[in-house]
Nanobody, 125 residues
Framework: QVQLVESGGGLVQPGASLRLSCAASGRTLSSYFMAWFRQSPGHEREFVGSVTRSGFGKEYADSVKGRFTVSRDNDKKSVTLQMNSLKPEDTAVYFC?????WGPGGRRAETYHNWGQGTQVTVSS
C-alpha cells in the first residue's frame, strides 16, 4: 500500500497560480498510476489530470487543459499539480489518488484504491 498526503492548497485570487504536492510513502511510487481529482460541495468527485507510471503520459480534463500540469518524481516519491490562471470554478478540495492495478487508472474515481486526505483550494477575489 501507498500512503498519500497532499499539501499546497490555499486562498488565491482569480488568475493566480498554485502548486499542489502529493507526498507518497510506503510502496514504491513507480508502481502506481497517479491522478488528481477534485470535489466541491454538492458535486461528485471529478477527474482533473493523471500521469502514467513513467511520467511521460498525461491526460487532463477539458476544463483544466492548458492551465494545469501534472508531473511526478518517482525518486522523490512526489506528484505535483501546477495550476495556472485559476478561476473561481476551480474552487474545490483536491485529492491525490493512486492506482496499483494493471494498466492505466482512467478517469473514474471508483478505480482508485489509495487516496490522500485532500487539500482545499479557494479561488476568490
Amino acid at each position: 500500500q501507498v500512503q498519500l498526503v497532499e499539501s499546497g492548497g490555499g486562498l488565491v485570487q482569480p488568475g493566480a497560480s498554485l502548486r499542489l504536492s502529493c507526498a507518497a510513502s510506503g510502496r514504491t511510487l513507480s508502481s502506481y498510476f497517479m491522478a488528481w481529482f477534485r470535489q466541491s460541495p454538492g458535486h461528485e468527485r471529478e477527474f482533473v489530470g493523471s500521469v502514467t507510471r513513467s511520467g511521460f503520459g498525461k491526460e487532463y480534463a477539458d476544463s483544466v487543459k492548458g492551465r494545469f500540469t501534472v508531473s511526478r518524481d518517482n525518486d522523490k516519491k512526489s506528484v505535483t499539480l501546477q495550476m495556472n490562471s485559476l478561476k473561481p470554478e476551480d474552487t474545490a478540495v483536491y485529492f491525490c489518488a493512486a492506482y496499483g492495478g494493471w494498466g492505466p487508472g482512467g478517469r473514474r474515481a471508483e478505480t482508485y484504491h489509495n487516496w490522500g486526505q485532500g487539500t482545499q483550494v479557494t479561488v476568490s477575489s
